[in-house]
C-alpha cells in the first residue's frame, strides 16, 4: 500500500441519529464483523450516546474545542483536549459538550484482531515510523503542520502510511495524533 492523503473537510459529511451531530468516516479496513478498525472526525454540539459499537474498541479525542466529559456508568469523566481515552464498553458512554461545536477524533477497532493506540505529539520532533509486518500508521494533524514520508500535512489532514517506515517531522508549535495499528497474531 501507498501512502494515502486525506484532507479530511473535503470528505463526505454523515448525519447521526440525533440529527444536529455529523460525522466524517477518514478511513477504514474491512474485517470479519465488517469493519477490523475505522477512523473518523465528529462534529458534536449536543448530548450523543458514542457507546462503542457491539464486540468494538472506541478510543475517543477531542482535537478542537473546549474540555469535554463523557458520562459513563461510573459517573462523568473529564476529557482534556488532546488527551486520548480508551471509552468504556460496559454501558451507555453519553458526550457532554461543554461549547458549541467540539470536533473529535474517534477510533473504532476490532480488539480480536488489532490492538489500536493513539498518542499525541508536539513539535518539533522527529521520529522514524517503522511498519513491520503486522503494524501500520495513521498521522493526524490537530495543529499546525508535519511531514510524513516526504507528504507534507496540516491540521484536518491524515495520512496513512504504506507499507515502508517513514520519517515523520512535527514542525515547531504543531501537534498530530499517531494512531499505531497492531495485528494480533
Not at 464498553?89 to 477510533?107: C, H, I, K, Q, W
Request: hydrophobic fraction near 35%.
Amino acid at each position: 500500500m501507498d501512502h494515502t492523503f486525506i484532507q479530511t473537510d473535503n470528505l463526505a459529511v454523515s448525519p447521526l441519529e440525533d440529527g444536529d451531530t455529523s460525522t466524517r468516516e477518514i478511513a477504514s479496513q474491512p474485517g470479519p464483523k465488517g469493519v477490523t478498525w475505522r477512523f473518523c472526525v465528529t462534529d458534536i454540539n449536543t448530548p450523543l450516546t458514542l457507546t462503542p459499537p457491539p464486540g468494538f474498541a472506541r478510543i475517543l479525542t477531542v482535537v478542537d474545542g473546549y474540555t469535554f466529559g463523557v458520562k459513563t456508568a461510573k459517573g462523568h469523566q473529564p476529557i482534556d483536549c488532546c488527551t486520548a481515552v480508551k471509552l468504556p464498553d460496559d454501558g451507555p458512554v453519553v458526550a457532554e459538550p461543554n461549547s458549541a461545536t467540539t470536533r473529535v477524533f474517534l477510533v473504532d477497532y476490532d480488539p480480536d484482531v488489532v490492538s489500536t493506540t493513539v498518542r499525541r505529539l508536539n513539535g518539533p520532533i522527529e521520529r522514524n515510523l517503522i511498519t513491520l509486518g503486522h503494524s501500520s500508521y495513521a498521522v493526524y494533524g490537530v495543529m499546525g503542520s508535519f511531514t510524513l514520508a516526504g507528504r507534507r500535512g496540516d491540521d484536518r489532514s491524515c495520512i496513512l502510511l504504506g507499507a515502508q517506515p517513514a520519517p515523520l517531522v512535527v514542525e515547531e508549535g504543531s501537534m498530530v495524533l499517531v494512531v499505531r495499528i497492531d495485528t494480533l497474531t
